[in-house]
């Protein structure tokens, strides 16, 4: 795991003590920054949206497809602003960025909700908690794509946790284990340190079992069947 650089999927629970950076802290590499990259090539490799029309009338293919022109414009616009932003990481100050990511992040759709993690991500890395979790918590609810509320369950977990509310932070890794996505095995993970942590026998043991039920081959696997007393029940 990597230092606490970012209040989600990939990092420890360890509270960030340097509080003052600058650029080039930003610019270093970061998991979250990498992942967050990955996903908005993700999405622009496949925003473009078939639209079918078999057996429709002309006008409804007409409507269909200034429909589709419309939305495409507004997926051109919201991509760019959002890059704008999230490029000012890189060549402006760390005010500017956050000043673009708030106009990006008012934005609907992917980009507004991946602005709003950037938000988040920075907001962890002030040690402004109370900023982080309010945002993390819309995400976990509402994002449109369950990457993004995975994600979002973590930093809520990591916040907590880094606020010393370990039972609560083993809830949310609890939730974000549950959901189908690049870091169940992370957040299974995260459940159980925190379930430990927080004297929660029975979030551990069902982040163990599940752990050892999705990645039977993972080298943990005795201390992890040993915390189940023998038996790795399904979790």
Avoid: C
Avoid at 32 to 43: K, L, M
Avoid at 137 to 157: F, N, V
Wanted: no cysteine; net charge negative; glycine share 6%.
């Amino acid at each position: 795991m990597m230092p606490a650089a970012w209040a989600g999927a990939l990092v420890s629970p360890t509270v960030a003590t340097k509080v003052d950076f600058d650029r080039k802290d930003l610019k270093a590499p970061d998991a979250f920054f990498e992942n967050v990259g990955r996903a908005n090539r993700y999405v622009q490799e496949n925003r473009r949206m078939v639209i079918g029309a078999a057996a429709a009338v002309l006008a409804v293919i007409v409507g269909a497809v200034a429909w589709h022109d419309s939305s495409e414009r507004r997926a051109d616009d919201s991509a760019a602003t959002f890059f704008r932003a999230t490029s000012a990481l890189d060549t402006d100050s760390i005010e500017s960025a956050k000043a673009a990511l708030v106009t990006a992040a008012a934005r609907s759709g992917i980009y507004g909700e991946l602005a709003r993690l950037y938000e988040a991500d920075i907001a962890v890395r002030e040690q402004r908690w109370t900023d982080a979790l309010p945002k993390y918590e819309e995400l976990s609810r509402s994002g449109s794509a369950a990457y993004i509320r995975q994600i979002a369950l973590l930093g809520k977990g990591f916040v907590l946790e880094s606020t010393t509310k370990s039972a609560e932070a083993a809830e949310a890794y609890a939730a974000a284990g549950k959901l189908t996505g690049p870091y169940r095995e992370q957040a299974l993970r995260d459940q159980l340190r925190a379930a430990r942590a927080a004297g929660k026998a029975d979030l551990a043991k069902a982040a163990a079992a599940k752990i050892l039920e999705l990645y039977p081959e993972t080298p943990d696997a005795d201390e992890l069947s040993a915390e189940l007393g023998g038996n790795p029940a399904q979790g």
